[in-house]
């Protein structure tokens, strides 16, 4: 939430963060702006669909934690699912 509201990153920006721990990692996800209508904790629902997680959260922040070993898997899908968010809303 700090690097989400520095000036670093552009308005919408949306960060996704990962901590390692010893059979988890911890996934935090924050979009950078006030100004903004993401919901973050439907695009993390969206990403973690294929993975046996829960989420917690709401619209401007969200989180949950992943297996070790989903780890690859896991960033591909957020690359693959922010990708079309960024298609979808360039095509509006």
């Known amino acids: 939430s700090i690097i989400a509201k520095s000036n670093i990153y552009q308005?919408?920006?949306?960060?996704?963060?990962m901590a390692n721990g010893v059979e988890?990692?911890?996934?935090?996800?924050r979009?950078?702006?006030s100004k903004n209508n993401v919901?973050?904790?439907e695009i993390l629902a969206k990403i973690t669909r294929k993975f046996n997680c829960e989420i917690g959260g709401h619209k401007k922040a969200a989180g949950c934690l992943i297996k070790q070993e989903d780890e690859e898997n896991f960033i591909k899908e957020v690359i693959n699912i922010l990708d079309k968010a960024v298609l979808e809303e360039n095509i509006q």
């Open 24 to 29: 988890h990692i911890k996934i935090s996800i």
């Open 11 to 17: 308005e919408n920006t949306i960060i996704v963060a």
């Open 39 to 41: 919901n973050l904790k």
């Open 31 to 33: 979009v950078c702006g």
